[in-house]
């Protein structure tokens, strides 16, 4: 597989949008034919749909499941006795996680992959690591939330994690004055997701009228909008808010989902979602036709890595825009793209509204 | 030179001090005894070396030897002996 290979191999924003479609497509055709090759459901998908594998295509023409596909069915492209682990989305009561199958090679490439994208946001060396979540969300080996498996693949970006709240989803306060004691001043990194942010640090710190010292930090959450969506709460309130209660002046959100894991795709300086080399996105109408750029439209998610299941081309239940190509003013080249939220009616599931109060 | 103190027949030298505090790190972090290193313990190997074990092991090891790796070098660190390798570019003589 040299095109996929090869664009495995590059640098997350080596290549503008014209270099990188005609290599994506080819990428995407050699995965395709692996998928159709190794999966026998995937395969009858391709042949219902009249599409062949064997023949060029432009990105927008694969073939796209639904993300919701891998709640109802698991698929792989893999041997049983070659799955290193499955992977399940958060399973809020009522809903069926999606089990994502994975060998050890597909695993790997993930976290290589995520480790290169926020690596050309945050740089290479590990700061000290504020996480805004309690410490028992990742005590339990046995059952792995999609937060959990978000904090801890965020982690290796950091060293020695401090968590900010107890596991009653308070303030910490211990903890978090010995750990701005001891580095308040210099660069910190913290994580959470969207909503815990929100919810755990932003308002409570507002409410005491605390101001914390935290103007080194570069903060990166993901998760989803929904809830605070709902408190219109959007992307320039949260920072404002980061900004009051800590001086927080470098927030990246990033997009992704538990289907594509890895490939995330993050928020830049200047507020735009970019695609690395290694995914992509369409956006499409209520007909499922792709939309110019600028058009409102379901988010189509595209990536590289899935290679032990066929999720590489995924619809979601989001909406977006996308903005441009290779015009951000924070010089990356690349699609740019902003998400609006979950398209009405989906069904609602972003790892950190899984979290239900107290 | 006499024949027992050809180098072939010298005892072996102690454990060095860094080696001692590279194994330990794994021996505390995971809870195995000595020999589970000697067939070159690997990542995901057991279940105690998992992503959560992983970076436990990770702590252990810049604490020991006062270093901070970088992020690339946590993701390669696959085993003992590969990690061997990553703690030596930080100029632990092992």
Known sequence: ????????????????????????????????????????????????????????????????????????????????????????????????????????????????????????????????????????????????????????????????????????????????????????????????????VWQCFVEPLRRMGRRLNLDQAVLIHGGGWKKLADQAVDDAGFKAGLAQVGGIGRVHNYYGMVEQTGSIFMQCAAGRLHCPVFSDIVIRDAHLAPVPDGQRGLVQLVSLLPKSYPGHVLLSEDEGTIIGADDCPCGRPGKTFTIHGRAAMAEIRGCSDTYGGK | MPFEKLPLWKESPAMSESLQKYDNAFLETFSVDAAALAGDLAYNSIPEWDSIGHMNLMGALEDAFDIALETDDIVEFSSYSKGKEIVAKYGVVL
């Not at chain 1, 060029?56 to 919701?68: N, V």
């Not at chain 1, 597909?106 to 050309?120: H, N, P």
């Not at chain 1, 060293?159 to 210099?186: C, I, K, Q, V």
């Open chain 1, 1 to 196: 597989m040299a095109e996929l290979d090869d664009l495995l191999a590059r640098d997350p924003f080596a290549l503008s949008s014209a270099d990188k479609a005609p290599l994506f497509a080819a990428a995407l055709g050699q995965l395709t034919r692996h998928h159709r090759d190794h999966c026998a459901d995937y395969a009858r998908i391709l042949d219902v749909l009249g599409f062949d594998a064997d023949r060029s295509h432009a990105i927008e023409d694969f073939p796209f499941l639904p993300a919701r596909l891998f709640k109802l069915r698991r698929l792989q492209s893999v041997a049983d006795d070659q799955v290193h682990k499955v992977l399940t989305s958060s399973g809020t009561s009522g809903q069926a996680p999606s089990r994502i199958v994975l060998d050890a090679a597909t695993a790997s490439l993930q976290t290589k992959v995520l480790t290169r994208i926020v690596g050309d946001f945050i740089g290479r060396s590990r700061l000290p690591m504020l996480v805004v979540d309690a410490p028992g969300t990742v005590k339990n080996r046995n059952s792995f939330s999609a937060r959990a498996a978000g904090i801890l693949g965020f982690s290796m970006f950091g060293r020695n994690p401090t968590y900010a709240l107890t596991d009653d989803m308070e303030l910490d306060w211990d903890s978090l004055d010995r750990f701005l004691a001891a580095h308040g001043d210099g660069p910190v990194l913290m994580f959470g997701f969207t909503f815990m």
